[in-house]
């Protein structure tokens, strides 16, 4: 199951992009990115947040 989910956020440029924030790894960037998808929907990021 990790090696999968490593897989996965080494193909996706948004999980890559999303792990060089500290504290965000593999895990938490793909379940980011598969919970919002596409961010550009939120106007602000306070909007995503809520």
Not at 14 to 22: E, F
Not at 33 to 44: C, N, Q, Y
Request: hydrophobic letters at 45%.
């Amino acid at each position: 199951m990790n090696n999968r989910i490593t897989c996965m956020s080494l193909d996706s440029e948004l999980c890559r992009r999303l792990q060089t924030i500290p504290g965000i790894g593999v895990l938490l960037s793909t379940a980011i990115v598969s919970a919002v998808g596409d961010a550009s929907a939120f106007r602000r990021a306070r909007d995503l947040a809520a």
